[in-house]
């Protein structure tokens, strides 16, 4: 199963993906659970790489050129908040974390899917000595995040969570997949 279909159609209501890019997760979300979905990403460019029809998606659907930093929502106008490996990219976390928290609804849910710090020891130390420079050869991805520790250091309970290596070279494909919620 591939990961994206474990944790794209929880997503409910009004829905914001952060990060989008070039659309992939768009054909798992659940037209009879979703109501509208606003995605953004800061770039345009990856965003028109997309062949998708978004008339035929079954839900609302906007595309913003917009930073996790800074929203173009209002408060508490959220049910989901989907990210599917964005959260390694996003430069300043801390004010893209608190953008997530004002905009979600107190019922609200982030709902995760991210590449991450392994627990393998060996694997970890690969992924503390490649990181300088995968950030400059994969756009400011950061291969070594402690997910879990990520999302509670930005004010965020992990509600549920499952990990595993995903196939490939193994320190980029340990992923962690979940949700979570404002404290
Ligand atoms: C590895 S790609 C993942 C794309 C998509 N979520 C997926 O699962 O295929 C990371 C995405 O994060 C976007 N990104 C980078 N900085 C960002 C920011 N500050 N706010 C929102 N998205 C950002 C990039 O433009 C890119 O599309």
Redesign the pocket.
């Known amino acids: 199963m591939k990961q ?1 279909a474990k944790v794209v159609p929880l997503a409910k209501g009004e829905v914001l ?9 768009l054909s798992f979300y659940d037209p009879r659970r979703v109501d509208h979905l606003l995605a ?4 345009k460019e ?2 028109n790489m997309n062949q998708i029809d978004t008339d035929s998606l079954g839900f609302g659907f906007d595309f913003e050129e ?4 800074n929203l173009p929502l209002e408060n508490n106008s959220i049910d989901s908040i ?5 959260v ?5 976390r801390k004010e ?1 974390f608190l953008e997530m928290k004002r905009v979600l609804r107190p019922t609200g849910h982030i709902i995760f ?1 991210e590449h991450g710090r392994s627990p393998e020891r060996w694997i970890k130390m690969t992924q503390d000595v490649v990181n300088p420079i995968w950030k400059i050869m ?4 950061t291969i070594n995040l402690d997910i879990p520790k990520v999302f509670e250091e930005c004010g965020f309970r992990i509600n549920q969570i499952d990990t595993m290596y995903i196939p490939g070279w193994k320190p980029a494909c340990f992923n962690y997949w979940g949700t979570a919620k404002a404290i």
Request: hydrophobic share 30%; with cysteine; charged share 15%.
């Open positions: 994206r993906e952060i990060g989008v890019g070039s659309g992939l997760n953004i990403d800061p770039s990856i965003w917009a930073y996790a930093e989907v990210t599917t490996y964005t390694c990219s996003i430069p300043k893209a899917c994969g756009g400011g991805c």
